[in-house]
């Protein structure tokens, strides 16, 4: 099992910045890949971005040049550092995690944190 817990989220006005974290704790050796996902009201679900145990990055088409994810290993935790920030970029976001063992895999997920991007 995997616990994920997410902070850093507010209010803030367009073209302001947020760092969001993400801590992992349990089975923290099992993860292979980390991610962002956001949820604004009557929207679907989607990936924001992702970062591997290798650092490979990957971002969504809507946040690539204002969005940064990174990841501190010695904390077990990942960022992301948002700049620019719009309107439309107000979601409750998520953190995911990938882990296995063998054959047997998981997605986890955290309970989100509510980011709000408003004059």
């Known amino acids: 099992q995997v616990q994920l817990v997410e902070s850093g989220g507010g209010l803030v006005q367009p073209g302001g910045s947020l760092r969001l974290s993400c801590a992992a704790s349990g089975s923290v050796s099992s993860i292979y890949r980390m991610g962002w996902y956001r949820q604004a009201p009557g929207k679907e679900r989607e990936v924001v971005a992702s970062?591997?145990?290798?650092?490979?990055?990957d971002y969504a088409d809507s946040v690539k040049g204002r969005f940064t994810v990174s990841r501190d290993d010695a904390k077990n935790t990942i960022y992301l550092q948002m700049d620019s920030l719009k309107p439309d970029d107000t979601a409750v976001y998520y953190c995911?995690?990938?882990?296995?063992?063998?054959?047997?895999?998981?997605?986890?997920w955290g309970r989100g944190t509510q980011v709000t991007v408003s004059s």
């Open positions: 995911n995690a990938d882990a296995g063992e063998g054959d047997v895999w998981d997605d986890y």
């Open positions: 970062i591997t145990n290798g650092g490979s990055t």
